[in-house]
């Protein structure tokens, strides 16, 4: 009797955890032909923990150094990760010099992922006070902060003692940590209990004789009958089931009245599945779109350079019409049968362009919503995964913030990045530390996809791409429908402070075009890049200044619950009355951010209707679309923002810009400071005018002679481009130079002194790269962790890849020296 050889197959798996490569796991035989790469199998991984892993690669290799265990299980029929994604992953975490773990971790929506044990999270109403805990619970809470769970094995080995469950039931009560079961998948089908009628009446005479009998002795139930029919057209029948609520609603009817009828065997209940997502109707045909001829220049123009160039530059002055030429696009890929992705710096954003696109476009747009619960982006993930050409397919097109690129798309014949200069795009905590335009246009490479990047202000790096012809160049520089360029006017408040003119924070210039607009029934946003109060306190005798306990900010007053808080951490006080180190009554506060320049116009001008768009405003899920609709709407005339209203909103009726202090912009110490608040600058005055009506821009400063006046006044982006990359390339910053920003952290200041210059002495020894510090950051301490940075800058023609493998061993010798185990380490490449 011959016996068929059995092939033992191996799978190198992916843990959602920052640890180094790939683990190696046994496949029992009877899971070989159903297992692929991209599925979720259980693994075992350590002593106890179990995790949904994604397999990576199937080989018959066996590990020569150890004894593989079996994987457990297989969570998924089909792979719901491709092949190309698990590239895209690969190239985040070389680039980004990131574990692949992370990359896993931040791309799979939160209910695809599972671990096995109870979770100890932190209790998302705590505040960080590191003061009111005990040693243990400072620990367990500091790791928490960084880990965001812990199981009960790992905070028993933090804080060395076996019996934890007595000092996590004090943390529960105190209200700092709780607790979460995570058994199973996290995702669940969404159902609704829909009725659907007895086979029974579909014969004519029977549903008559049913009627009659009703009608009778059961008006109500004759109601609901009435309701089904309706909705289901009968007796065509499609769709047969029709939600019980619906029915219920329809007729005014109660349960009990629909009993009877199932009880009398009328209707048969069951459950289906539903979607939680909405889908949209489209109203408009993207053909039926009139381009001006500037805008059919410009598409023609992007559409030619797109057959010879993977990415092309559209930069559009504000209003130019950008909106149109990206549904043009989108329709000629759509019509191609291929997927579409459109990126957006902030969800908030969506409000204003999902509306536009819907409407084009309807049921094809999806959205991938930061703010959307995690069984609802498991639902989007699934729609683009189920994606198949020559289908007609929901969700083909998905909008979305930066995450959106990890979404399974298979087919993408086009990304647009829109207000590609935004920061946003960055992600800067945790790893990966991926900048999303970048990553999208090596995405596109990996697809065969082509690339769309729109602004008014492009970012300094995709703009000298472009006049090195690695991108196209599309230029539109007429305002759509004839609107004019804003008038830009620079108030010196140096000037008004001298002749006593200013009120508050506000010059006479000013608070006399608002009187005027608001008169003339037209709108006011006013910008001010801080939020609360921004006030800092300072004793007028001894200087003293509150600061956080945690971190190395000073606090900032908050109106609203009368408290002075801590912008990084959350840490708050009661603003004291005395001075805590003179006992002196005169404390002052300096500084304004957006609650107080809203509180001071209302005095100044109390028939003013203002509404204010912050962070602080808009924390639930829908705030930001309530204000914003509610200005579009005219509810108020006064909109006060912080750079929430620079971000490409258009209302109709916005004749007046107020820049409350473009000081603070210029003075932030970062080599992008002037980029920056040019582009604020721009951005927010392109809010101004509309039709027939040439807007104004009021810029309010202590530094009118500023050269960087001169370039918003002329709005004259190519010049500041020039004089930048003339210091660019003097200073050694990018473009030109790549930087590599490597953190250490560690709660013991001097542990970290001396790990960050143990590490700065191996790097030292490469002389391909130039090294900076170590030093403290501005911040030099959040969340009570001293951080220590060493900058490393190199030629763009040095040899990227080398010199981070470099790196990142020097990294990992520090990492497993035993003295520097507990040193935390964050690289952030090409930081911004
Ligand atoms: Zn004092
Ligand atoms: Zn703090």
């Known amino acids: 009797m011959t016996q068929t050889e059995r092939i033992t197959l191996f799978a190198d798996v992916l843990v959602p955890l920052p640890v180094p490569g790939l683990f190696t796991y046994r496949i029992p035989y009877e899971m070989n032909s159903i297992i692929r790469t991209g599925q979720r199998v259980i693994v075992q991984f350590g002593k106890k923990k179990i995790f949904a892993a994604i397999v990576r690669k199937l080989h018959e290799q066996i590990p020569s150094d150890y004894t593989p265990k079996y994987i457990l299980g297989i969570l998924d029929e089909k792979a719901i990760v491709n092949e190309s994604q698990l590239h895209f992953w690969d190239w985040i975490h070389h680039y980004y010099m990131c574990y692949p773990g992370e990359v896993m971790a931040a791309a799979l929506p939160g209910a695809l992922k599972l671990a096995s044990e109870s979770k100890i999270v932190l209790n ?32 028993s080995q933090i804080v060395g003692f076996q019996k934890v469950m007595p000092l996590i039931k004090t943390m529960i ?35 008559r004789q049913l009627m009659d009998s009703l009608s009778k002795r059961a008006y109500k139930q004759l109601e609901i009958l009435m309701v089904y029919l309706r909705e289901t057209r009968f007796p065509q029948g499609d769709p047969i089931n029709v939600p019980l609520k619906k029915l219920l609603e329809g007729a005014g009817a109660s349960s009990s009245q629909f009993k009877a009828l199932t009880d009398k065997q009328v209707f048969v209940v069951s459950e289906q599945t539903v ?70 710096p902030e969800i908030a954003l969506t409000t204003q362009i999902i509306g536009r696109l819907k409407a084009y476009f309807g049921k094809k747009i999806g959205v991938y919503h930061s703010r959307y619960n995690p069984n609802e982006k498991v639902e989007v993930w699934n729609k683009v995964l189920d994606f198949q050409k020559d289908a007609d397919n929901e969700h083909q097109i998905i909008l979305g913030p930066r995450s959106a690129l990890f979404l399974p798309f298979s087919d993408l014949g086009l990304i647009i990045v829109d207000e590609e200069h935004d920061s946003s795009f960055k992600q800067n905590e945790p790893a990966p530390r991926y900048q999303a335009r970048d990553a999208a246009i090596v995405l596109a490479q990996m697809s065969g996809a082509k690339v769309l990047l729109g602004s008014a202000t492009p970012s300094f790096e995709s703009y000298f791409n472009a006049k ?33 003119t200013l009120q508050a924070h506000f010059s006479s210039v000013l608070l006399q075009e608002i009187k005027q607009a608001v008169a003339a029934k037209e709108q006011v946003i006013l910008f001010q890049n801080r939020r609360g109060f921004s006030l800092r306190l300072e004793c007028e005798h001894c200087n003293w200044v509150p600061e956080c306990r945690n971190c190395d900010v000073s606090l900032i007053y908050h109106k609203k619950q009368n408290m002075l808080r801590c912008h990084y951490c959350g840490y708050a006080i009661a603003v004291p009355s005395n001075c805590p180190t003179c006992n002196s009554t005169g404390i ?41 609709e509610s200005f579009s709407n005219g509810k108020s005339n006064v909109l006060v923002g912080t750079q929430m209203v620079t971000k490409g909103l258009d209302f109709d009726k916005v004749s007046v810009v107020g820049v409350l202090n473009a000081d603070n912009m210029l003075s932030y110490p970062d080599f992008r400071a002037f980029e920056r608040s040019f582009q604020l600058m721009a951005q927010v005055s392109g809010r101004s005018g509309r039709k027939n009506k040439r807007g104004k821009v009021i810029i309010q ?67 391909n790269y130039d090294l900076l510090g170590p030093e403290y950051p501005i911040i030099s301490r959040i969340k009570s962790l001293y951080i220590k940075q060493i900058i490393i800058k190199f030629a763009r023609s040095q040899n990227a890849a080398e010199i981070k493998k470099m790196v990142a061993d020097h990294i990992y010798n520090l990492q497993t020296t035993e003295n520097y185990k507990s040193v935390r380490v964050h690289i952030d490449v090409d930081p911004q």
């Not at 509180?599 to 962070?615: F, S, V, W, Y």
């Open 124 to 155: 998302d109403q705590y505040t960080f006070d590191t003061q009111i805990l005990s040693d243990n619970e400072f620990l367990i809470t500091e790791a928490l902060s960084i880990q965001s769970q812990l199981s009960i094995g790992e905070i």
């Open 275 to 344: 979607s939680r997502l909405q889908t949209y109707t489209a109203t408009h045909d993207p053909a039926k779109i009139i381009l001006t001829s500037h805008q059919q220049e410009a598409l023609q123009s992007i559409q030619q350079q797109l057959i010879n160039k993977d990415v092309v530059l559209l930069h559009g002055v504000t209003s130019s019409g950008k909106t149109e030429l990206y549904i043009k696009l989108i329709a000629s890929y759509l019509s191609q049968g291929k997927q579409i992705l459109y990126l957006l």
């Open 701 to 767: 400063t202590y530094q009118p002679k500023h050269q960087m006046m001169n370039y918003v006044l002329t709005n004259d982006y190519k010049k500041l481009f020039l004089h930048q990359m003339s210091e660019r390339k003097k200073f050694n910053y990018p473009p030109y130079y790549r930087i590599i920003m490597i953190q250490l952290l560690h709660r013991d200041n001097h542990l970290v002194n001396l790990a960050a210059y143990d590490l700065a002495k191996m790097l030292k020894t490469n002389p």
């Open 173 to 207: 009560e105190k209200k700092i940590i709780v607790m979460e079961e995570e058994l199973q998948e996290k995702y669940r089908v969404k159902t609704e209990r829909v009725a659907s009628i007895n086979e029974l009446y579909r014969d004519e005479d029977q549903l």
């Open 468 to 500: 090195a012809e690695k991108f196209g160049l599309t230029t539109l520089s007429e305002r759509f429908g004839g609107i004019q360029m804003p008038d830009i006017q620079i108030v010196n408040m140096r000037e008004e402070k001298k002749r006593k």
């Open 588 to 628: 002052k506060m300096h500084g304004f951010g957006t609650e107080k320049v809203e509180e001071e116009l209302g005095i100044i001008l109390p028939e003013l209707k203002i509404a204010r768009l912050d962070l602080d405003t808009t924390r639930s899920k829908y705030a930001f679309q309530e204000i914003i």
